[in-house]
């Protein structure tokens, strides 16, 4: 029986674990605290808002006032921390946002934590999710173990670096009794749609240019949300304090590829000429700094865990891409107001 703070779960993955906790454990408290940023939508999350295990909090979680006061009344057992500022491109226009939340938000919510176990530390977990976008950038070959060196070159992985980084501190320090993920890029429903994939199937859906930054080369390893947040639970539940878990897709695919394999299934799905969506794609300005190759070995979480994805990327994208054509309202809510200034910004001078 656990009481648990999520962070961030009105966001894309945390809406995702929200969902995942509050419907299999009827018997665990969840507070979701999430500050409602562009990124953040309670839409996500209707159909559990008024399950009696559930709580929502509009706050932030660098706000330590309001983190004690949370503490003090909910007695949380453990914390799954998903709030974060996520996207590249943003930290490429406006760092400081990243390292407030990612680095000071991480900061003060371990050491509100800290200070309200006050050693008190049996069954308490704090588990904190990050990217491996931290190890920097790959060349064609190999992959990121847990034991890869930190690299980061943008100042998203470099405040999230930041974060993994005060985490071990407080660990090793204070044996406060952390768990870390670092996961490959996420797909799936409820993505907002400045991020690769959402961004293309609305494109695609509105026969807009599909922008692909370079020469459409870079390569990621795709891992269906769903698939992230069972790893997530099997690593709450079963993973070893103290220890870090890469969780990856076994799916790397160039942009351009992946590209051509949605428009490929959205004509299709849309009833257009074959070849019709390709005729989007775009080439523009390469992103400044922007990685290579992001791929994980995620034989740690198989063989000590054994967590493996359960979705073939084809299927997986295929279920996004119906998701999105059947929510249309979400979508449209979503890309209306900020959205149109935020898609000015980053593209009209590309
Ligand atoms: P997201 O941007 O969709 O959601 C982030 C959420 O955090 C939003 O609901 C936002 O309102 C909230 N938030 C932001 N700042 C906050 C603050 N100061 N206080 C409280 N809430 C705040 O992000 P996501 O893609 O769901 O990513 C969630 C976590 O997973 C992040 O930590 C990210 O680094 C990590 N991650 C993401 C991916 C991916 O592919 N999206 C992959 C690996 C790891
Ligand atoms: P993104 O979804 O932003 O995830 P991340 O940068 O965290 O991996 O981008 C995925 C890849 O797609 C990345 O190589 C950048 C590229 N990209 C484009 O080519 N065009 C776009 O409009 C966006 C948003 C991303």
């Not at 530390?121 to 904190?128: A, C, G, P, Q, S």
């Amino acid at each position: 029986m656990h009481k648990i703070l999520i962070t961030g779960g009105a966001g894309f993955i945390g809406s995702h674990l929200t969902r995942l906790f509050v419907t299999k454990y009827p018997d665990y408290n969840i507070v979701n605290i999430d500050k409602l940023t562009y990124a953040g939508n309670l839409e996500n999350l209707k159909d559990i808002e008024d399950a009696p295990n559930y709580t929502f909090v509009r706050g932030d979680i660098t706000d330590a006032g309001l983190l004690k006061e949370l503490f003090d009344i909910h007695q949380f057992t453990a914390v799954l921390h998903c709030a974060a500022e996520s996207h590249v491109d943003r930290s490429i226009t406006d760092p400081l946002a990243f390292i407030t939340t990612n680095v000071v938000g991480t900061a003060t919510l371990l050491h509100t934590a800290r200070q309200y176990w006050n050693g008190a530390y049996e069954n308490k977990i704090f588990y904190h999710i990050s990217t491996d976008e931290v190890y920097g950038s790959l060349g064609e070959t190999g992959f990121f173990t847990e034991e890869t060196a930190y690299d980061p070159r943008s100042p998203y992985s470099a405040s999230k670096a930041s974060s993994d980084h005060i985490v071990r501190a407080f660990y090793h320090t204070y044996h406060l009794p952390v768990k870390i993920s670092n996961c490959s890029n996420n797909y799936g429903p409820f993505h907002f749609p400045e991020k690769l994939i959402p961004l293309c199937i609305h494109n695609i859906i509105n026969n807009k240019p599909l922008p692909i930054y370079g020469k459409g080369e870079n390569v990621r390893d795709w891992l269906y949300v769903e698939d992230h947040v069972r790893a997530i639970d099997v690593i709450f539940h079963t993973g070893k304090v103290g220890e870090t878990y890469n969780i990856g897709g076994h799916n790397e695919w160039t942009n351009i590829a992946l590209v051509k394999e949605l428009c490929r299934q959205m004509d299709e799905k849309l009833g257009r000429d074959k070849g019709e969506s390709e005729k989007l794609i775009t080439y523009v300005k390469d992103r400044a700094g922007h990685d290579l190759r992001y791929a994980i070995d995620a034989t740690k979480l198989k063989d000590q865990l054994g967590w493996l994805p359960s979705l073939q990327f084809e299927e997986g994208i295929s279920k996004t891409i119906d998701w999105y054509l059947n929510n249309s309202e979400w979508l449209q809510h979503v890309t209306s107001g900020n959205y149109q200034h935020y898609y000015e910004q980053q593209y009209d001078k590309r």
